[in-house]
């Protein structure tokens, strides 16, 4: 059975609100570095000013075309170029989810090969919003992120109508190839989730819930 500092290791600790203020993220990298989580997933207008105050020592993740996906893929590749330069390590990607939904398996394909040379080396994960997929979109989503080369599917963005399920991530775990990660992200609440998640195949928790209960415990 996973322990509580296990599961830390494995949480991107997220401040994505539309109002985070640059206290609110820097106060985030600080729970970060203390409670040792996997990185700090942050808004891309604070990446330079959280890798300046981090040095190095916790990686900075963000997101790109967040949260509908809706943007074109050279804006999408503009962003990620930009938030490498300003000091990300790692990128998570919305998938433009109307192609998707129309089929256009291709272009989602294209988009993510594009975005990846951009990462420059940097870990990417592909975030599909599976509570607007069907199973057979999700299963094809699976494949498409295999071939892409990306290095993690992610369920959510935390900003539609619903995150993680346990479903989503054992159907994930069946269909993506060996070497694509996954990522369960929206409505982790209780250890007691993310230890089913991580049973049933994610290596990263998308969440801020763990760490808050976390202090709450040591309070």
Partial sequence: MENLQEILSMVDHTLLRQTATWEEIRRVCEEGLEFRTASVCIPPCYVKEAHEF???RLPVCTVIGFPNGSSTTASKVFETEDAVQRGADE????ISIGHVK???YSYAEKEIREIKKACQGRILKVIIETCLLTEEEKIRMCQVV?????????????FSTG????EDIALFKKHVGPGVRIKAAGGIKSFDDARDFIRLGASRLGTSRLVELTKKTQA
């Fill in 54 to 56: 981090l040095g190095g």
């Fill in 91 to 94: 990128i998570d990607m919305v």
């Fill in 102 to 104: 129309a089929g256009n």
């Fill in 146 to 158: 295999t071939e892409s080369g990306a290095d993690f599917i992610k369920t959510s963005t935390g």
């Fill in 163 to 166: 995150g993680a399920t346990r």
